[in-house]
Each structure stands twice: as C-alpha cells, then as structure tokens.
C-alpha cells in the first residue's frame, strides 16, 4: 500500500512539473534558468558565494594568479556552469596580466571544476576599420 501512495505521489509531482513547463515554459518553470541556454548575470559582481565557488574550483592549479572582475552568468545543466571573467597573470618576475574566462562546472554534490580557461583578447574582437588598413 505504501509503495502504491508513493507512486501516486510522484506521479502527481511529474505531472505538476509538466504542467508548470507547459503553462509557464521552461525558463520560468526553473525561476529564469533555461535548460541549457546560458543566463546572463544580473548584477556582475563577485559576490563571497561567487568568489568560493572560484576558489573551490581553481584549487591546486599552479602557475598563474586569477583575479575575477565580474561574474558573467551561468548555465544549467546537470549542476550548474559558471562564468568569470578574470585578470590573469604568470607567477613569474615581470609577468604581463592579461583577460581570461575562466568556465567552472559544478556539479550537484558542490564539487566545482575547471572545463576550460579560455583567453579573451579584445583586440581580436574589433574589425572596425581592418578594411583601411590592409
């Protein structure tokens, strides 16, 4: 008997969460996450919970100091995938910062790790004008 409550009771908690999809669409079902799609951050700061979910992740990763700037967003998937954008520098006498984003997965457990360290170059970005000076 309380194998069958349990079933009706999932089912019902299935059936509402289809239902809140439909009426809603995903995005709002999951308070503005989409599935998939990568949110923007609201506001960019670096917050305390922000800054550990950084240092959680780049634990142990020697050679190089990450300083974040702002938090660009998130993405859900199964945990979440975060974004920062960070001023980079080799721990090397001299070393010249640059701008990386540093993409952080964590997964439901709490456990965060590196997928990829990514170098931004602004210049690449601009091709304004590139047709003058060729």
Not at 19 to 35: D, H, I, K, P
Request: hydrophobic content about 50%.
């Amino acid at each position: 008997m309380r194998k069958i409550i349990a079933a009706i009771m999932a089912l019902v908690m299935v059936l509402g969460l289809a239902c809140a999809f439909a009426e809603e669409g995903t995005e709002a079902a999951l308070g503005g996450a989409m599935v998939g799609g990568w949110t923007p951050a609201e506001d960019s700061a670096v917050t305390e919970e922000r800054q550990a979910i950084l240092d959680k992740g780049l634990e142990g990763l020697i050679g190089a100091s990450y300083t974040p700037v702002a938090y660009l967003g998130s993405q859900v998937v199964a945990g979440t995938t975060h974004a920062f954008r960070c001023q980079t520098a080799a721990i090397v006498p001299d070393a010249v910062p640059h701008w990386t984003i540093v993409y952080l997965y964590e997964d439901l457990e709490g456990n965060v790790s590196i997928l990829n360290i990514a170098d931004f170059d602004i210049g690449a970005l601009c091709t304004y004008g590139a047709e003058a000076a060729e």
